[in-house]
């Protein structure tokens, strides 16, 4: 399952948030990019917030390339900032990529785009098979 920056930064920025129940699913392999990662630290001002982003990232693959800029034609009215983040969850072969981010990818909620499942964190947690995936 592929993290994208808000839910790094919403982890990381409340000791009690909910989200935090991603990182104690089985058998589900938390990813992330260094792009999403950079994203979520630059916006968290407290030190004791970055230093629970470096703690959660300890059980996160965070894959430091890009990808190139295929053209994303399924998916070409988001934002420039946030195909970055659609096309690693692509090419990571995540089943699923969670993102709290309503304005810009709303639209895709519930849908698969090459492969992956755009789903906002809660509606992921309320599924049965969030702890059957491997991914």
Avoid at 85 to 97: D, E, N, S
């Amino acid at each position: 399952m592929f993290l994208d920056a808000n839910i790094l930064f919403s982890a990381a920025y409340r000791p009690d948030a909910g989200l935090r129940l991603l990182w104690a699913l089985s058998d589900v392999k938390l990813v992330t990019s260094a792009y999403a990662v950079e994203e979520a630290r630059r916006n968290l001002e407290l030190a004791e917030q970055r230093a629970a982003l470096e703690a959660l990232l300890q059980s996160v693959q965070v894959l430091a390339a890009t990808p190139g800029a295929s053209p994303l034609t399924v998916a070409s009215e988001l934002a420039e900032k946030d195909r970055p983040i659609l096309a690693m969850a692509i090419a990571a072969g995540a089943t699923h990529l969670l993102t709290g981010d309503l304005r810009h990818f709303g639209r895709y909620y519930g849908q698969t785009v090459a492969g992956v499942c755009i789903l906002p964190p809660a509606a992921y947690l309320r599924t049965p098979r969030a702890e059957e995936e491997g991914q």
